[in-house]
C-alpha cells in the first residue's frame, strides 16, 4: 500500500476527514504518476507491463542506495528514476522488443517472469527487511495549516508529484515526440508508415513510463518506507486505476488516479480492510456503467 | 477432436500415477511434494481450460482456490461436518458459484482488461479473507485441525492419514479430474473453447454464443480450483490463508506456462519441475530465499526461448525427428493430387450437394417472397455518413451483386445487414423478422450470414476442425452445455463437414492445420465456414480479392454451385466475373443508391460509368 493508514483511534472528526482527504489527493497523484506510465506504454507498444510495480520498487532502492552514499535527498530522486528508465530501455530492447509479434499472453508472462526476478534480486542484495528514507531536512516535520497540523514532507510530495505529471504532460501534448506518442495510441502501424522509426519510440516510451514508476518509487520513500514486494500492490492499484480511467488515456489515468486515492483513503479512515472492496466496487460500477473507462474509447483491446 | 484413439491417454495416465510413488522417491522427491504436486496439477487442470484452450489468462485463481478451500475447512472445523469429501465437493461448488458472479464482471472485458481485472478481484478476495470474514477463516492464522477423509466400506475402513495413502487418495482425484477434462476438451464445448481462443470474432459470427462458453470456462477453472484448494487443507491439516496470496496465482499461471499450456497436462509437469527445483536448491544447495530468484530467471528464459513450454518443445523435437517422414510423403501426395480445375471439373458433373438447415431454425414468417429488406439504412462515424438512407430489398433466390468505387460504403453496408454494426437509422427485416439491434450470432442462427473480406479462420486448427465449428453452431444453437459428449457423436455433424468440405473442394487437405494452406484454399475455406452454417442467405465480401485469373474463375463456378436454394448478395470489384455471377446489381456510390437495375443495364449506365471513370465524355 502506498500510504495508507487509518484515522487515529478511530474517532472520525472535520479535521480527520480532512487530513484523510489530503492524503487521498496525494495517494492519488502518485497512482496518477504510476499509471501514466503503465498507460503510455500499454498504448504505444501494447504490452502491459507486469513489472511496472517492480520499477516502483527499484526506484525506492536505487534512490535508497544513492541517498545512502551521497546524503543527499536530490541525488536520491535522479538516481532512482534515472536507474529506472535505464532498466526499462534495457528491458524493452533486450527482451520485450522481441515479443511485439508474439501473443499479448507471452508479453503477460515475460513481464510477470520479470517482475519477480527484479523483485528477488533486490531481495537477494538488499534483504527483506523495509529500508527507510528520510525527507530532505527542510521538508520535514509538520506545517500548520488552517485547524490542522499536516506533515510538511506529503504537502511537498503533492507538490512535486503535480510537478512530475506537468512535466509529464508537458512531453507528451507539446512536444514532436509527444505528438508521436499520442499518434501511436491512435494507430501505431501507420505512424509507422508515415517513415516514423516506432522501434524508437518504443524504447523511448518505455523509458519514460518506466521512469514515472521508478521517480514514484523515490518520492514516495520517505512516506512509505521500501520493502521489495512494495510495488505488488502499486501494481494492483494501478491496473484499477487504469481500468477506471481507460486503457491509453493520460488524461483518465489521472483522474481515475485520483478517484481510486480518495476511495483508498476515506475509506481507510472508516475500516482499512474494506479500502480494497471499495476499491473494487468502483471499478465493478464503471465496468458496468462504462466498460472502456471513463475517459478511453474503445480502440485497443 | 484431439486424438483417435480415445482412452490411451486415459490409461497411460493411470499407468503413470500408479508408478509415480514407487519411482520418484528415487529421484529425490518427498512424499509431500509428490502430494503437492498433484493438487496443483488438478488446480491446473481447470486453469488449462481457460487458459491453454479458451486464451483467457487470469491471474486471479487464487480466489477460487481460496474459497473452495476455506469453505471446507470451514465445514469441517468449525461446523463439525462429518463426511470429509462431501465438504471439499461443497467447497467446490461454492468456488463455481462465485466463479460464475466473478467471470460475469471479469469477462466484461478481453484480453488484458481482463488479466488485469482478475489481478483486481483476486486481491480482493485476500483482502476480505483478512479483515471482514477473519472470524470465518482465521484470517492470518488460518484455519488448524482439518480432518483427513475416512471411509467405512463396511467391510473394512480406508484411513488416508498417512503421506502413502493421501497419494492414492489424490491421484485417484486428479486421474477422475483429468478423464472429466479429456471429456471437456474433445466435447463440442471443448472445440467451441479452441475456436474462441484463436478467433472470437468469427466465433461469434458462426453462430456460438461466446460470452456463455467463455462463462463455462470460468466456471469450471474456479470449480477445479475451488476442489483443489479443499484438498490442500486436507493434505495440511490446515487451511492456509496464502491460498489467497497473488503469489499463489501466480504460481499457477508460471507452472502451467513452464510445463506447455493447452495441453492439460502442462500444469501437473510445470509444477513437478518448480517444487522439485524448489526443494533441491533449499534443502541441497541451500539457497535460501534465493531459490525464487533461480526460478524467476529459469522462468523467463523459458518463456523467451520455449514457446510451448516443456511439453510443446518435446512435441516440437518428436515433429523434427519424424517430421521429416512426413513431409516427404506430404510432397509426393501432393504431386499425385489432380490439379484444382480438373477435380473441379471432375466434381461439377457430379451430383449437387445440398447443405440444408436443420429443422431447428426458425421458419420465415408472412409474405415469402423477399428474404431481405433494408428501410432507410444509415450510419454515420461522427461527422462522416458512410450509407444515407439505403433502401435495399432482395427477392428469395436472387443473385444479388453489389458494387461501388472504394469508399462507397458497401462493407458498411454489409456489416449492418450482419448486425455486425449497429445502424444509426433505419431498420433491417429478414424473412419477416425485424432483426435491427440483433446480435451477429442471432442474426446467423436464423440463417444470414457472410463471408469476410480478409479471411477470418481458426488458425490453429485444422481445416476439418474449423468446418466443424461452424456446423456445431447449426446443429446445436447458440449454447449448449453438453460437455461430456464426443464432439462426433453429435447427429449430422460428421456428413454435414465433409458435404462442405467436398463443396468447397478442401476434403483432400481435411486434416493440414489451417495455417499450412495456400491463400486460395484459405479464401475457399473462408466461404465454407460461412456455407456450413446452411444459411438461407450468404453475403460475400469480396470474394474473388486477390485470386489469379485461374482461381478467380474456378471460385465464380464454386459460387455457382452453392447458389442453388440460396439468397446470395456479393460484393466485388471484378465486374466481368461478378455480372457473370448475379442477377441483379446495385451500385453504391457516397452511401447511397446509385441506380439498381439487371448487369446489361448497369454496362449501358452513364451514372455508373461516371461514377468509376469520374466523367465520361459524351461520344
Not at chain 1, 527482451?95 to 508479453?107: L, N
Not at chain 1, 521489495?228 to 481500468?243: A, C, I, M, R
Not at chain 2, 541451500?286 to 528464459?301: D, N, R, S
Not at chain 2, 429443422?359 to 450510419?379: C, F, H, M, N, Y
Request: charged share 15%; aromatic share 10%; hydrophobic share 50%.
Amino acid at each position: 500500500m502506498v500510504c495508507l493508514e487509518s484515522a487515529d483511534d478511530g474517532v472520525i472528526n472535520w479535521p480527520t476527514f480532512v487530513s484523510q482527504c489530503f492524503n487521498g489527493l496525494v495517494l492519488g497523484a502518485l497512482l496518477a504518476l504510476i499509471s501514466s506510465g503503465l498507460t503510455i506504454i500499454y498504448g504505444t507498444l501494447g504490452v502491459l507491463n507486469l513489472a511496472h510495480g517492480a520499477m516502483f520498487m527499484l526506484g525506492g532502492y536505487a534512490g535508497w542506495v544513492a541517498y545512502t552514499y551521497t546524503g543527499s535527498f536530490i541525488a536520491a530522486i535522479i538516481a532512482g528514476s534515472l536507474f529506472v528508465m535505464l532498466v526499462g530501455v534495457v528491458m524493452e530492447r533486450v527482451i520485450i522488443s522481441h515479443f511485439y509479434t508474439r501473443p499479448h499472453e507471452d508479453q503477460l508472462l515475460v513481464t510477470f517472469g520479470l517482475g519477480i526476478v527484479f523483485v528477488e534480486a533486490v531481495r537477494f542484495f538488499f534483504g527483506s527487511l523495509s529500508k527507510s528514507v528520510p525527507p530532505p531536512p527542510p521538508l520535514a516535520g509538520i506545517t500548520p495549516i488552517g485547524f490542522m497540523f499536516y506533515p510538511t514532507y506529503r504537502l511537498a510530495l503533492l507538490g512535486i508529484v503535480a510537478v512530475a505529471l506537468l512535466a509529464l504532460y508537458f512531453v507528451l501534448y507539446r512536444t514532436r515526440l509527444g505528438m508521436i506518442v499520442r499518434a501511436g495510441i491512435e494507430d501505431s502501424v501507420m505512424v509507422d508508415s508515415l517513415g516514423i522509426d516506432v522501434y524508437k519510440v518504443f524504447m523511448l516510451v518505455f523509458g519514460i513510463g518506466a521512469m514515472a514508476a521508478g521517480f514514484a518509487g523515490i518520492v514516495n520513500a520517505p512516506v512509505v518506507s521500501i520493502a521489495p514486494d512494495v510495488g505488488e500492490s502499486v501494481l494492483v492499484q494501478t491496473f484499477v486505476v487504469v481500468v477506471i480511467g481507460g486503457v491509453g488515456s493520460f488524461p483518465g489515468a489521472v483522474l481515475g488516479g485520483l478517484i481510486a486515492g480518495e476511495i483508498v483513503s476515506i475509506t481507510s479512515m472508516f475500516n482499512p480492510g474494506y479500502s480494497y472492496v471499495m476499491l473494487f466496487a468502483a471499478m465493478t460500477l464503471v465496468l458496468v456503467l462504462r466498460p472502456y473507462g471513463l475517459l478511453g474509447t474503445a480502440g485497443r483491446e | 477432436m484431439r486424438n483417435q484413439r480415445p482412452l490411451v491417454i486415459e490409461t497411460l495416465t493411470a499407468i503413470g500415477l500408479i508408478a509415480a510413488p514407487f519411482v520418484l522417491p528415487y529421484l529425490g522427491f518427498a512424499p509431500t511434494t509428490v502430494n503437492r504436486i498433484l493438487i496443483w496439477g488438478l488446480f491446473g487442470i481447470g486453469f488449462d481450460i481457460l487458459f491453454g484452450f479458451t486464451g483467457l489468462l487470469s491471474f486471479g485463481q487464487s480466489a477460487f482456490f481460496g474459497t473452495g478451500g476455506m469453505v471446507a475447512a470451514y465445514l469441517l472445523t468449525i461446523m463439525n461436518f462429518p463426511h470429509v469429501m462431501t465438504a471439499v465437493f461443497i467447497g467446490a461448488i461454492v468456488a463455481a458459484v462465485v466463479g460464475y458472479l466473478v467471470g460475469l464482471i471479469a469477462l466484461r472485458r478481453t484480453g488484458i482488461y481482463f488479466a488485469m481485472i482478475t489481478v483486481a478481484i483476486a486481491e480482493v478476495f485476500y483482502f476480505v479473507e483478512f479483515n471482514p470474514l477473519s472470524a470465518y477463516t482465521g484470517g492470518e492464522n488460518g484455519l488448524p485441525g482439518v480432518p483427513t477423509p475416512v471411509f467405512n466400506l463396511g467391510f473394512t475402513t480406508l484411513n488416508f492419514s498417512s503421506d502413502r495413502s493421501l497419494y492414492g487418495l489424490l491421484a485417484f482425484c486428479y486421474f477422475i479430474g483429468i478423464v472429466i477434462a479429456l471429456r471437456i476438451v474433445r466435447s463440442p464445448v471443448g472445440a467451441v473453447l479452441s475456436a474462441i481462443r484463436d478467433n472470437p470474432l468469427r466465433a461469434a459470427a458462426v453462430g456460438h454464443n461466446i460470452h456463455g462458453y467463455k462463462l463455462t470456462a470460468f466456471v469450471i477453472a474456479a470449480a477445479y480450483a475451488g476442489f483443489a484448494g479443499g484438498l490442500l487443507g486436507i493434505m495440511q491439516g490446515f487451511m492456509p490463508p496464502e491460498a489467497f496470496n497473488f503469489d499463489t496465482s501466480g504460481q499457477l499461471v508460471m507452472q502451467t506456462a513452464i510445463g506447455g499450456a493447452g495441453t492439460l497436462f502442462g500444469p501437473l509437469v510445470g509444477a513437478t519441475v518448480w517444487l522439485y527445483l524448489s526443494d533441491f536448491l533449499q534443502t541441497t544447495l541451500h539457497l535460501g530465499a534465493t531459490w525464487k530468484l533461480v526460478l524467476g530467471i529459469v522462468f523467463v528464459l523459458l518463456v523467451c526461448f520455449l514457446r510451448h513450454g516443456l511439453i510443446g518443445g518435446l512435441v516440437d523435437l518428436a515433429r523434427l525427428a519424424t517430421g521429416n517422414a512426413q513431409h516427404r510423403k506430404a510432397v509426393e501426395t501432393a504431386g499425385h493430387r489432380v490439379a484444382p480445375s480438373a477435380a473441379l471439373a471432375a466434381e461439377s458433373a457430379a451430383p449437387i450437394i445440398h447443405l440444408t438447415p436443420s429443422p431447428r431454425r426458425p421458419k420465415p414468417v408472412g409474405d415469402s417472397s423477399t428474404i431481405l429488406q433494408a428501410e432507410g439504412l444509415t450510419k454515420r462515424f461522427g461527422g462522416l455518413v458512410a450509407n444515407d438512407g439505403i433502401n435495399f430489398s432482395v427477392r428469395c433466390g436472387e443473385r444479388r451483386g453489389i458494387i461501388g468505387p472504394n469508399g462507397a460504403g458497401k462493407s458498411t453496408f454489409f456489416k449492418m445487414l450482419t448486425c455486425e454494426m449497429r445502424p444509426s437509422e433505419g431498420r433491417i427485416v429478414f424473412e419477416g423478422r425485424d432483426i435491427t439491434g440483433m446480435s451477429v450470432t442471432e442474426v446467423c442462427q436464423l440463417g444470414l450470414t457472410k463471408s469476410y473480406q480478409v479471411n477470418q479462420l481458426f488458425n490453429r486448427l485444422t481445416v476439418r476442425e474449423n468446418a466443424t465449428i461452424a456446423v456445431l453452431a447449426e446443429k446445436r444453437g447458440p449454447f449448449r452445455l453438453d460437455l461430456l459428449r464426443h464432439v462426433g457423436s453429435v447427429e449430422g455433424v460428421t456428413a454435414r463437414v465433409d458435404d462442405t468440405l467436398k463443396v468447397v473442394h478442401l476434403a483432400e487437405r481435411a486434416d493440414r492445420p489451417v495455417s499450412e494452406l495456400a491463400y486460395g484454399e484459405k479464401r475457399r475455406l473462408e466461404i465454407g465456414l460461412a456455407l456450413a452454417t446452411a444459411p438461407s442467405l450468404l453475403l460475400l465480401d469480396e470474394p474473388l480479392a486477390g485470386m489469379s485469373p485461374l482461381e478467380r474463375v474456378e471460385m465464380v463456378q464454386l459460387l455457382k454451385s452453392i447458389s442453388h436454394g440460396r439468397t446470395m448478395i456479393i460484393i466485388d470489384h471484378d465486374m466481368d466475373s461478378l455480372f457473370e455471377l448475379v442477377e441483379r446489381v446495385t451500385v453504391l456510390q457516397e452511401g447511397r443508391v446509385l441506380v439498381e437495375g439487371t448487369p446489361a443495364e448497369i454496362k449501358g449506365n452513364a451514372a455508373v460509368q461516371e461514377a468509376y471513370l469520374g466523367g465520361v465524355h459524351a461520344a
